[in-house]
């Protein structure tokens, strides 16, 4: 049966701090919460907390809760937490795109964002061991029905260790730079609200200078990032940034270049800021190691000492024979934060602890200078742009798809896949589909052919011949394959490029500071008919001596480009939440151009709440020169529509 959504009704009880092992413990007037609009303090969160408890009710129930770094979604999530819901995180847009886990889990109640709690029957059809709290996926994004089942003492425990080596205090704010149904994600959120500190909701990515606007309004002590996030801070100018709240940046989600570690660790030294480079798996909730700062710069190839309370160890790999150095074996974890075990269906749910020791797959050494270093990995899973993938499960779904296919992982230093196929034809297919179930951007699969498969003596895949062979293909330089670009990779591109240059204007300045068009520079700024460029501008339609115009389906606006290029290099699209405009940019030799915070053609901007396109006004175009669609080499005039944010 299923319910009309519920949009829960603030309650008026008092708030008080959380119990001992509850996540909510800061003081009533302090503030836990903050975002571009307005603040929450821990009265008011808790407030919000209570409202969605009462409407899952008394009766334990499995909640399926698809996230975004929003108000619903963390006090939904703790709403579940504590009242001994188990929730099931999901990222934006799982529920439509694995549409098989709902059929698995059947959950009791489902929440989305925007759309509230949604109980699909009255009380719960599942068998729920006392100790479940938290259900999260451990193949990134690949939609596998294998999740780990975490307790409400994994949570907590591993909350507190973070907390205590961190040094967390209630002045702390904490940037929400990662998804909160990632295991390291959830973890910020739940250490900095264990600590009575405020977590920074935003959904802006690091490239975005509306990011570091709102990290400098809100006063942010702290971002964590994965290795990915730290090459796109390089591209954004990074270093050039002054936060002078900033007071420790967090690293984990995969290895991340020692040079860069080192980099980072001097770069803190001078700007005032520490840099935590910890490991983890979501099967031990989050952390099991970090590294201390003032190491960083020393050994940057350590993953550290394990967290308070938990311990490492190395075990012999009896199937890696002769092979492996002296010292080197699989890391094996203990700690109150070892997840109970896996669930493959909700059969699992009823089951307690299963395990109670994580055997990590990865290969690592103890130093004699007392700190653990991964040296390998020994299982087929492979971490990608922060996401820890099945890769047995990716080649599953090529397979059901009709394409036989080896995956492997490229070399350390790359975010790759490397996919291995029989035939060229449909490669391109091949790269959307894998992309499509891993999350990954398009550029991050590289296809390949090969004669035939290696397989080992014993006819097994040899997965290792074709890592030697994707490691001769994708040099540590790590060059993009040349993957047809999308609106999400062509507006992050845009963000990095526009948020190197300086703003140096805004609406209404004069106008010697805003864009020209010619020879020099492109026509920038929104320029949009009343209902399209017409179909003329959809050929080799030109400003005399300047730019080409074109018609963006995905921007929904007419687009500037260069001769050679195309109107998904120069245009970004709305957001979808947003007014279905868009804009294009450029530099100029003496100006650059910056769309201001929130406004519906800036990359990554908040959606407005009017969904109303900036101001425009009506001008006259200049010559229009170059062939045209019924009337080829004349010359024409136009009326376009110029919005006003251009500066």
């Known amino acids: 049966m299923t319910l009309t959504p519920t949009l829960p009704r603030p309650a008026r009880a008092p708030y008080l701090p959380g119990s001992r092992d509850g996540l909510l413990q800061g003081e009533p007037g302090d503030t836990a919460l903050v ?70 889990y059947d959950p009791d109640v489902v929440a989305t964002p925007g759309v509230g709690l949604v109980a699909r029957r009255p009380g719960t059809v599942h068998d729920l061991h006392p100790d479940l709290a938290v259900l999260l996926a451990t193949s990134g994004s690949t939609g596998s029905p294998k999740l780990v089942r975490l307790s409400r003492d994994n949570v907590v425990a591993n909350a507190d260790s973070i907390r205590t080596y961190l040094g967390l205090t209630p002045a702390d704010r904490a940037m929400t730079s990662l998804p909160l149904q990632y295991c390291y994600g959830l973890s910020v959120l739940n250490s900095h609200l264990r600590a009575g500190a405020a977590v920074v909701l935003t959904h802006l990515s690091v490239v975005d200078q509306c990011f570091w606007d709102l990290a400098r309004s809100a006063g942010a002590t702290s971002f964590a990032g994965v290795p990915y996030t730290f090459d796109l801070l390089d591209r954004s100018g990074f270093a050039e940034r002054r936060l002078p709240t900033l007071r420790f940046v ?79 074996g699989e890391l094996v974890y203990t700690g109150r934060n070892v997840m109970l075990g896996y669930a493959e269906g909700p059969q699992d749910l009823a089951l307690g602890a299963t395990v109670e020791e994580l055997r990590t797959g990865d290969l690592g050494r103890l130093g004699d200078d007392g700190l653990w270093r ?108 040349e993957a047809p670009p999308t609106a999400a990779s062509v507006r992050d591109l845009l963000a990095v490029v526009v948020a190197r240059f300086p703003r140096t204007g805004i609406a209404g300045a004069p106008a010697t500071s805003r864009p020209r068009h010619g020879p020099r520079g492109v026509m920038a700024g929104c320029r949009t008919r009343s209902r399209r460029c017409s179909a003329r501008s959809r050929s080799s339609l030109s400003w005399s001596r300047t730019a080409t115009w074109c018609w963006s389906p995905a921007a929904h606006t007419c687009c ?88």
């Open 560 to 647: 500037s480009r260069w001769p050679g290029t195309t109107c998904r290099a120069s245009c970004w699209p709305a957001r979808r939440a947003g007014s279905g405009s868009g804009g294009c940019w450029a530099r100029w030799p003496r100006s650059s151009y910056r769309p201001p915070c929130g406004s519906p053609a800036s990359p990554r901007s908040p959606a407005s709440t009017s969904g109303a396109p900036p101001s425009c006004s009506t001008r006259s175009s200049g010559p229009i020169t170059g062939p045209t669609t019924g009337s080829s080499g004349s010359s024409r005039r136009s009326r376009w529509r110029s919005c006003s944010w251009w500066v």
């Open 35 to 104: 975002s571009a609009a307005r603040t929450w303090t821990y009265a008011e969160l808790g407030r919000e907390v209570a409202a969605r408890g009462a409407v899952l009710g008394a009766t334990r129930r499995l909640v399926m809760l698809e996230c975004a770094n929003d108000l619903d979604t963390v006090a939904t999530y703790l709403a579940a937490f504590a009242g001994g819901h188990p929730v099931l995180l999901l990222g934006p847009g799982d529920l439509e795109r694995h549409p098989g886990l709902v059929e698995r």
């Open 250 to 328: 967090t690293q984990a989600g995969g290895r991340m270049r020692p040079e860069q570690v080192e980099r980072y660790a001097r770069r803190g030294r001078e700007q005032g800021f520490e840099l935590f480079v910890m490991y983890g798996q979501t099967e031990a909730t989050a952390r099991m190691s970090y590294l201390p700062p003032h190491l960083a710069d020393r050994h940057p190839d350590a993953i550290g000492v394990p967290v308070p309370g938990g311990h490492l160890r190395v075990e012999p790999v009896p199937q890696a024979g002769a092979g492996l150095p002296e010292g080197v």
């Open 374 to 481: 991964v040296v390998g990995r020994l299982s087929r899973f492979a971490k990608v742009y922060g996401l820890r993938l099945d890769l047995d499960r990716v080649e599953a779904s090529l397979r059901e798809a009709g394409h036989e296919a080896r995956v492997v992982a490229a070399p350390d230093d790359v975010d790759r896949l490397v996919v291995f196929r029989l035939r060229s034809r449909g490669s391109d297919r091949v790269r959307d589909l894998v992309a499509e179930t891993t999350g990954l951007p398009p550029g991050a699969v590289r296809v390949e052919r090969v004669d035939s498969f290696p397989t080992t003596p014993n006819g097994k895949p040899d997965h290792a011949a074709l890592g030697e062979h994707a490691r001769l293909l994708v040099p540590a330089a790590g060059r993009p394959s």
